[in-house]
């Protein structure tokens, strides 16, 4: 099992950002996915889940209304596309699957 984020950068607080998180090694299609981030200094923390068909998601209620994650079961690809960012917003975002994680992709929201 390999899942590998991308799509996190620098951006300003009011900003927009998309992450993309692949899976390859299992049947994807036939999974939840899941974001996690972890601040620093601080533990790593659920945002958001999506069911396997994509017809249930669920989120942290900091990012409520903000984030919506999403996924292309061709394309074996979960996304989280965030918006109204915030300075709290910064952190590691990883992406899970059942116990395996991804690497995670930095994001930054700063002026």
């Known amino acids: 099992v390999q899942l590998v984020e991308s799509g996190g950068a620098l951006v300003q607080p009011g900003g927009s950002l998309r992450l993309s998180c692949e899976g390859s090694?299992?049947?994807?299609?036939?999974?939840?996915m899941s974001w996690f981030r972890q601040a620093p200094g601080k533990e790593r923390e659920w945002v958001a889940t999506i069911t396997p068909a994509g017809g249930g998601t669920y989120y942290e209620d900091s990012v409520k209304g903000r984030f919506i994650i999403a996924r292309d079961n061709g394309k074996n690809t979960v996304y989280l596309q965030m918006n109204s960012l915030k300075p709290e917003d910064t952190a590691v975002y990883y992406c899970?699957?059942?116990?395996?994680w991804g690497q995670g992709t930095q994001v930054t929201v700063s002026s």
């Open positions: 899970k699957t059942e116990t395996y």
């Open positions: 090694g299992f049947t994807f299609s036939g999974y939840r």
